[in-house]
């Protein structure tokens, strides 16, 4: 769930609660972050049992906003959510950590006859102290050892009922994630593929242009647009080929340069495979088929 960018210890303290949410406990120094979270399946809530502490925190890539966390407060993460923080504070940053897919919160929300916004939940970030949230979770934790699994079964279905009514559909003003990459995200990652269309372009430029890990920005840029960034890159390379073969006067081997291919031979592998045809034969027949522009 977490990469170590920094000190941090996740303790799995019971991985699996009668209910179907896991549960970790996160113990780390604030001085030594920044500290990242990387997206996940599950939908994560975090309940803050240390100190109260400030932090920026950066969502998918969007700007940082700051965070004020009391005693209690609670914290909410959609699934494939990347977070990154940066405390204000020398504390111990100490939270608890339950996650749950995201349709068991569905199914509390449907039994307790409150519409639950699948598909489009929002990060949220409760700043005040939520006394219930705080009780249930540490009743959770002194039950954990104890042989009552009924018991266990019924704190933590409490809280998710908790949760529902509380903390779901609540605004803070943060970004909403939805499956894949947000428009704005997706034109800033496009727009630096045009940009720099002549240039190699790795996979961990693209997911730092998008703020996300490599691994979940190749997920969520797959969900928004059917494919992979490599193939998505690929297919754009091609189309501006062929824009340049219609419409300039350049060679085959400096349109192959100007496309990010490292070779002519490479560019007219490329272009034949995905054309069916050479770069010179798709040339000739814009030019029978009166698709190349005048050059006077």
């Known amino acids: 769930m977490a990469e170590q960018l920094s000190q941090c210890s996740m303790v ?19 001085a030594l972050l920044p500290f990242h979270v990387s997206g996940q399946e599950n939908v994560s809530i975090g309940i803050n049992l240390g100190r109260p502490f400030q932090a920026d925190v950066r969502l998918a890539g969007e700007k940082k906003q700051m965070v004020h966390a009391s005693t209690g ?6 699934a494939h959510c990347d977070a990154h923080y940066e405390y204000h504070h020398f504390n111990v940053i100490r939270t608890v950590g339950l996650t749950c897919l995201p349709h068991l919160l569905e199914r509390t929300a449907d039994e307790i006859g409150l519409p639950f916004p699948s598909g489009d939940l929002s990060p949220v970030f409760l700043q005040e102290p939520d006394p219930q949230a705080h009780l ?16 266990l079964e019924t704190l933590t279905t409490l809280f998710s009922a908790h949760i529902v009514r509380q903390i779901v559909g609540r605004s803070k003003g943060l970004p909403k994630v939805t499956a894949g990459l947000p428009p704005h995200l997706m034109r800033r990652v496009t727009d630096f593929m045009e940009e720099h269309m002549h240039e190699a372009i790795t996979l961990e430029a693209l997911a730092q242009i998008a703020g996300l890990s490599t691994y979940y920005f190749c997920r969520m840029f797959k969900q928004s647009n059917g494919m992979p960034p490599h193939q998505f890159l690929a297919k754009k390379r091609i189309e ?21 291919f490292g070779s002519a031979s490479q560019f007219s592998h490329a272009f034949k495979k995905s054309m069916r045809c050479t770069p010179q034969e798709y040339r000739q027949l814009g030019k029978i088929g009166g698709r190349v522009v005048s050059f006077g």
């Open 12 to 30: 799995p303290v019971h991985n699996a609660l009668p209910s179907g949410m896991s549960l970790s406990v996160f113990q780390h120094e604030a």
């Open 73 to 78: 407060s609670v914290m909410l993460m959609p």
């Open 136 to 151: 249930l979770v540490q009743s959770i934790l002194q039950e954990l050892n104890q042989e009552t699994p009924l018991l």
């Open 240 to 260: 501006k080929a062929k824009r340049l073969l219609a419409q300039t006067r350049l060679s085959v081997g400096e349109i192959g340069f100007s496309t990010g």
